[in-house]
């Protein structure tokens, strides 16, 4: 883990998606955060120690989703395939699917693996998964607010985690996709799905992939919009923890309504045409009870240095 002092810096951004908005001034105290993502290899010693076994490896009770079909209701999670044709870029589900057997051991269906994945981010995690480990390990999830403040990287209102330049001399300094999502993908920083959680640069405070690789859990309840300002400059918030717990509706599910927790940083699916959130202010909301192939975490301490 890494220690970071703290202190007062300008969170969120007015000139990208609404939910941004409006960028404000907040304080955060000294943490400890972990210099990357949890891996597989982290989470792995973690369900040996504890027989954890995590949301995709459950069949779910239909009570809890009214309305699914019976042939709906099995283990397993969300993984992101290419489509043949996309029709509608607004209409995740040519892309998306709920696989059945796909979890963190078998990250892309029952015949895949997580063999030489050692180094790469766990995923198909939710967010009970995040918070078990992270108790287990005697952490927590970070806050939005402590989360952007490490992403950041001491810069200021700069636009990436390292500057002003997505691709500074034409250098890709995190994983994201390259190409027109969601069928074209060239390619060119080298990953085609996770990498390695070191294989890119950190940032200005030495944290690694806080930009690109793995969307990553936060503790807080999503809303739709940050707090503006405070009217005074002595009342700028301390330790902020956004949000409250609200229901979110799916759309594929009229009858489901599910919390939502606040993922930051984007990930290896995120490209220019389709979703540019692989920025410190990004944000996105996510049912508690859902993992998919492109979700991780990392932990914080908040203990004194």
Not at 38 to 64: C, L, M, S
Not at 153 to 166: D, H, N, S, V
Request: a neutral charge; hydrophobic letters at 35%.
């Amino acid at each position: 883990m890494l220690w970071l002092a703290g202190g007062t810096f300008r969170m969120g951004s007015d000139h990208h998606y609404p939910e941004e908005a409006p960028s404000h001034r907040v304080t955060v105290d000294g943490f400890w955060i972990d210099r990357t993502p949890v891996t597989n290899r982290q989470f792995k010693e973690f369900v040996n120690a504890t027989g954890h076994v995590t949301t995709a490896q459950i069949v779910p009770d239909p009570k809890d989703y009214p309305g699914a079909l019976p042939g709906m209701i099995f283990a397993g999670s969300l993984v992101f395939s290419p489509p043949k044709r996309v029709t509608n870029l607004h209409d995740w589900s040519q892309w998306w699917s709920f696989l059945k057997g796909a979890n963190w051991r078998r990250p892309y269906g029952p015949k895949s693996n997580i063999k030489d994945l050692d180094d790469h981010p766990v995923v198909h995690v939710s967010h009970a998964d995040a918070l078990a480990y992270a108790r287990w390990a005697g952490k927590d999830l970070p806050t939005e607010a402590e989360w952007e403040f490490a992403a950041r990287g001491g810069l200021e209102g700069a636009e990436f985690a390292w500057g002003a330049e997505f691709t500074p001399g034409g250098v890709h300094l995190a994983n994201t996709w390259q190409g027109e999502f969601p069928r074209q993908n060239l390619n060119e920083d080298g990953y085609e799905r996770t990498s390695p959680v070191t294989a890119f640069p950190p940032n200005g405070h030495g944290v690694h992939d806080m930009i690109g690789n793995v969307w990553e859990w936060t503790s807080d309840w999503y809303s739709q919009k940050h707090e503006a300002d405070a009217p005074k400059a002595c009342c700028i918030p301390e330790n902020p923890r956004g949000g409250r717990e609200e229901a979110s509706l799916d759309p594929n599910q009229p009858a489901i309504r599910i919390p939502r927790k606040v993922i930051k940083g984007g990930s290896h699916l995120c490209a220019p045409n389709y979703c540019r959130r692989y920025r410190p202010a990004a944000r996105h909301a996510e049912p508690i009870d859902t993992s998919t192939s492109h979700l991780g975490f990392r932990c914080v301490k908040r203990s004194s240095r």
